[in-house]
């Protein structure tokens, strides 16, 4: 089994959609002191990986203005109407070749935290592909070896991934990750929702810090 300790881990941010749900650069909505994605790539910074990379395409100009890009990597793909799968193939180009594994976030699902994150790497074992089991289904992050960077290139669209597992299914690793998926902000509903579940937890930490 590889140990954490050992491994170069490279972090994935897929931040390069359209927002053509919700109409507006979701990549850029305020949430806490910054903006959502700020928060993310907040998230994968404590995470400590050897490497972090972050893929942009609508709205890049703007991103690169607002969002904090320090210390990360960032890809643009040009092609990002073509969905998720190209954002991959775009970042794959970039993967120091030293990594071993690369865990993919995503940039509008603000509810992972860096604690799931370390959960998934100490518990993927060996795997070559693994994901978190959350409590009502499947989700990310998820962490591929090395061995699958080929396949994650040659995918399309945006469910190319969840196609990937599907077709290993058995070599697939699921670890138990506490309490429910963490939404998606495709919607003004869903961000509404991850801005309730925001300020509940601040009220919960100022009461228990207090």
Known sequence: MHSRATSFVTGLVLAAGGSKRLG???????YGDATL??????????????????????????IRERVDLRNVTVVENEV??????????????AVDEKAEVLVLMLGDQPGVTAATVTTL??????????????????GHPLAFARATFDELAALHGDKGVWKLL?????E?????????????????????????ELEKASAWSFRFSG
Do not use: M, W
């Open 166 to 170: 599907d077709r290993h299914a058995g």
């Open 37 to 62: 994605l700020d928060h993310v790539i907040a998230t994968a910074r404590a995470c400590e990986f050897d490497q972090l990379l972050c893929v942009i395409g609508g709205s890049a100009t703007e």
């Open 172 to 196: 697939v690793v699921d670890v138990q990750v506490a309490g429910a998926v963490p939404r998606d902000v495709d919607t003004d509903e869903d961000y509404r929702a991850v801005l309730s």
């Open 121 to 138: 790497l100490d518990n993927r074992g060996d795997a070559n592909l693994a994901a978190c089991a959350y409590e009502d289904g499947r």
């Open 80 to 93: 990002f109407g073509e969905g998720c799968s190209s954002s991959i193939a775009a970042a794959l180009t």
């Open 24 to 30: 507006t650069p979701k990549q850029l909505l305020p």
